[in-house]
């Protein structure tokens, strides 16, 4: 029996979510990713083919550069300012393959917080 690595597992898990999720103009997708030093977040209109706003833990809008539970809320809070900023209030949300807890599920509730639907 062969083992996978742990990337591997939640590539599949991403591709398999990606079948199904897709954003669009009006409801674009909310892309979350993170490494062991930052956090990224994206509305993207995949029928275009184009970002319309992003956030990360590399702005200068957030104190400090990191890749933990609280940095995750502060994102979370900025990508939801910036969609209010285009007039976007729902999407939907790719986990990105990841579980959801810990970061993700730090970054979903602050971005719900921030006036974000999904």
Not at 41 to 62: F, H, P, Y
Not at 83 to 91: E, L, R
Request: charged content about 30%; hydrophobic content about 40%.
């Amino acid at each position: 029996m062969s083992t996978l690595n742990r990337k591997a597992v939640r590539q599949r898990i991403h591709r398999r979510i990606r079948k199904k999720v897709a954003g669009s103009a009006t409801r674009p997708r909310l892309a979350v990713h993170y490494s062991n030093q930052h956090i990224y977040a994206q509305l993207i209109d995949d029928e275009a083919g184009r970002t319309l706003c992003a956030a990360s833990s590399l702005d200068k809008d957030i104190e400090k550069a990191a890749s933990n539970v609280a940095v995750a809320a502060e994102v979370g809070v900025l990508v939801a300012k910036r969609a209010a900023g285009k007039n976007i209030d729902t999407v939907i949300f790719d986990r990105g393959g990841h579980l959801y807890h810990g970061k993700i599920k730090a970054f979903a509730d602050a971005a719900r917080e921030g006036g974000l639907k999904f």
